[in-house]
């Protein structure tokens, strides 16, 4: 497996794990993460929703928070090596001058199940999917209790 698949932590593998019908796990080897370096809104926000996530026996985690800029260029690279070009790659990672990971602005959640469960209540606190095709992927994107932006299908969309 290319290391770019082992090293980001839920974007491409779960994206192709998509793909199939079987259950998605967890990368082997995932970072455990954190909500440090997140800015507080974001941090707080995530706190809240872990909380009754955990109250209604959801389980739920991040998988990926926030990113240093080397990480993060890292991940650019491998994935411009995995995809064959820029423009390809940005479907599913995005350089460290335009990731929301690298300003805290973001994090990647699991298992499956919480995720879907943070599609479905986290505006409550203001946590919104941004990206149709990363289920994981989550940002503070409204203002709590009011419906979510529409998603763009991609993090290749501005
Ligand atoms: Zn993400």
Not at 54 to 71: H, M, Q
Not at 125 to 143: D, K, M, Q, S
Request: charged share 15%; glycine share 8%.
């Amino acid at each position: 497996m290319p290391l770019f698949h082992r090293r980001l932590a839920a974007g491409v593998v779960l994206g192709m794990a998509l793909l199939a019908p079987t259950a998605v796990a967890a990368p082997a080897g995932a970072a455990p993460s954190t909500t440090t370096g997140l800015t507080p809104q974001l941090a707080t926000a995530y706190r809240m929703a872990k909380a009754q996530a955990t109250r209604e026996g959801v389980p739920l985690w991040i998988t990926s928070g926030k990113r240093s800029w080397a990480e993060q260029n890292q991940l650019w690279r491998e994935g411009i090596a995995t995809y064959g070009s820029p423009g390809a790659a940005s479907r599913w990672v995005l350089p460290p001058n335009r990731s929301t990971h690298v300003t805290g602005r973001a994090i990647d959640v699991g298992p499956q199940r919480g995720a879907l469960w943070l599609a479905r209540n986290g505006n409550r606190w203001g946590l919104c999917r941004t990206y149709a095709n990363e289920w994981w992927h989550f940002e503070v994107a409204t203002i709590p209790h009011t419906a979510c932006p529409p998603m763009r299908p991609s993090a290749a969309h501005r």
